[in-house]
């Protein structure tokens, strides 16, 4: 058998968009990895469709190349991380494969909240950090102000001199070059190669003791069953090795055999008869092992310490959808279809949880954000499901003296500086705590707020609209804190169809001047339905379905053609994010419709005397 090549584990820690799949992209070019004749798509690690419509990482991959340097080839594992806040938990895990980080920072926006999570993860694990200054040909870069900025986020974190101490290269990802001099604008990405083989260690791991492994991702193959990923933390496996999973206690949960290991060789998962300790591979033959346990040989009683999995913050109901509509765009409407592909969600995205309702027509799926939900609902949407889907609530603790707490998250803000005052001003009213305020370049401004997580549900779409799409907000998970009272929610009523039919270009003609309409002319209603937002901050029911009446009288200038304003078309976060407490989403393949949960107006007069009486 030929000898291993020397390796190399690292993951690449990167805020969304600073370039991290693009420069993936680049690294398996230069290394080889694709043929030169080889179609591939750009932002090859984005395999998802929702990631590449999107143009953000969802799910962390792992991958590897072979790079020919100058004391022979080596093999580099690289872990693509997701850089969103909401799939933080997912990135905490898996430093736990790696030697070493690269910090990917943009060189005008510099260090965001997503990178300083991360980053504070990877430096107390005691990783050692390559910072590369991306996207360094734009004509805003501040490379040097950017620098100085990372030097300061790892002192805050608690760097070590060792880590402090770290090299920079600066680069453009899209561009394939990188290199040590700020000016430099053409090359490749051989200092970059250069650098992880210096600077990164080789994995120092047991390799004469038993097999022992940490799982860290979790998927389901059709044909193998659960697949899990992590790397071989002590010893060598052998296809059909025996083998065990143990919990966090040391407990085990079930024994069986390595029916297949699979190694990251470029984009494709490769089968290979053996595994040594430092690998990332994908181990398939167990069923009810999941992330954090160990799996190893039979002679093994101590778990290998593991990252706790955060718990969630945020949950949604997801429910039957019982619309008039219903049935008609989607194959899969019952509860006993949504409960399995949510349990089967649950399985694989550990940081979900699922629990069913007393009525078996609903599920509270409990999350770590509005963006990794609304990925699960979108997926769940192309799979033909149709549901509906309640507003977003925040979940409760309680502290050492019982008070009520709730969770708050690190808001940073970057708007323009004719704009500050009114973002301050609704952030305020939202219960949120400034932070920080500085002056980023550029005629913009840099805010930093701590607030409760109830406060944003919903801002999202006001803070576009307040700032005229040019502001940019970046959440992120900071702590249970305080409750906070009572905060207000959205200003504006509803207006409600209070019929089931067509909509009608007449009626809508003449609703405009009640509010912003979300449907167009011919386009389906039912009692109930929301059919735009009523200016006032009263909910209205009125009739979008009225068409003129006809006489055979001719009346001066009244048969001009209508011409409406284009309705507002709400994505589906949008529609989670605008809809009350006494409203829902219906989410079917084809149609993203908000509605109130009771139809009937007679029910909603009901509902609300009894909620003013108590």
């Known amino acids: ?38 179609r591939v798509e750009e932002r090859a690690m984005d395999s998802n469709d929702l990631e590449r419509e999107r143009g953000i990482t969802i799910l962390a991959k792992p991958t590897s190349i072979e790079w020919e340097g100058p004391d022979g080839a080596v093999r580099i594992n690289i872990v693509d991380t997701p850089g969103h806040a909401d799939f933080g938990a997912e990135v905490e895990r898996i430093l736990s494969m790696v030697d070493g980080v690269i910090l990917l920072v943009d060189s005008a926006e510099g260090a965001m909240p997503q990178t300083k999570f991360v980053t504070g993860k990877a430096l107390g694990l005691g990783l050692k950090p390559i910072v590369v200054v991306n996207k360094i ?10 620098l100085d900025e ?69 998927d389901r193959d059709n044909f193998m069953g659960r697949v899990l990923t992590g790397r071989v933390q002590s010893g060598t496996i052998k296809v059909n090795d025996p083998i065990r999973a143990l919990d966090a206690e040391g407990n085990v949960i079930e024994a069986g055999r390595a029916s297949k290991l699979l190694t ?59 619309s008039p509509l219903a049935g008609r765009e989607g194959d899969k409407v019952t509860s006993r279809m949504i409960r399995d592909r949510l349990m089967r969600e649950a399985e694989t995205n550990v940081a979900i949880r699922v629990t069913e309702s007393a009525d078996k027509d609903s599920f509270e799926v409990a999350g770590r954000g509005e963006l990794q939900l609304g990925v ?11 549901l509906g889907i309640s507003r977003p609530r925040v979940l409760f603790d309680t502290d050492e003296g019982g008070n009520r707490t709730e969770p708050y998250e690190t808001v940073v803000i970057d708007v323009d500086d004719e704009y500050s005052g009114t973002v301050v001003e609704k952030m305020q009213r939202r219960k949120a705590e400034m932070t920080e305020m500085r002056p980023s370049g550029q005629g913009k401004t840099r805010i930093t707020f ?44 509803v207006l409600i169809s209070n019929g089931t039919g067509e909509a009608n ?12 309409l979300f449907v167009s002319p011919q386009e389906k209603l039912y009692e109930g339905m929301v059919i735009g937002e009523n200016a006032k901050p009263d909910d209205l029911e009125v009739n979008p379905m009225k068409a003129k009446q006809l006489t055979n009288i001719r009346s001066s200038g009244k048969d001009d053609a209508i011409r409406l304003t284009p309705p507002k078309i709400m994505t589906l976060e949008q529609a989670i994010a605008y809809i009350d407490d006494d409203e829902m989403v219906e989410v079917t393949p084809k149609s993203i419709r908000l509605r109130k949960a009771l139809l009937c107006p007679h029910e909603r007069k009901k509902a609300g005397r009894k909620k003013e009486a108590a």
């Open 1 to 38: 058998m030929t000898a291993p090549l020397p390796l190399r584990n690292i993951a690449i820690i990167a805020h969304v968009d600073h370039g991290k799949t693009t420069l993936v992209d680049q690294l398996f070019r230069q290394s080889g990895t694709f043929r030169d004749n080889q």
């Open 137 to 146: 040909d734009r004509p805003d870069q501040r490379a040097a102000e950017v």
């Open 150 to 218: 990372v030097f300061d986020l790892f002192v805050n974190l608690d760097a070590n001199d060792e880590q402090l101490d770290f090299p920079v290269l600066y680069a453009s990802g899209r561009n394939g070059y990188a290199g040590e001099d700020i000016a430099a604008r053409s090359g490749s990405l051989e200092p970059l190669f250069k650098l992880i083989v210096d600077h990164v260690p080789p994995p120092s791991l047991e390799t004469d003791a038993p097999f022992s492994f940490l799982a860290t991702l979790l």
């Open 264 to 322: 990251f060789r470029g984009l494709d998962r490769v089968p290979v008869e053996e595994a040594r300790a430092g690998d990332i591979i994908a181990i398939a033959g167990l069923e009810k092992a999941t992330v954090s346990n160990t799996i190893a040989a039979p002679e093994v009683t101590d778990p290998i310490a593991a990252q706790p999995i955060d718990p969630p913050t945020l949950a949604m109901r997801f429910a039957v959808n019982d």
């Open 376 to 386: 699960v609902i979108e997926t769940m949407r192309r799979e033909g499901f149709e």
């Open 450 to 493: 701590s607030a409760p997580s109830r406060g944003l549900i919903g801002y999202h779409g006001e803070f576009l609209s307040d700032t005229r799409g040019t502001g940019i907000m970046n959440r992120l998970f900071e702590k249970y804190g305080p409750y906070k009272g009572v905060i207000e929610g959205r200003n504006n009523g």
């Open 505 to 516: 270009a007449y009626a809508l003609n003449n609703l405009e001047e009640r509010g912003i």
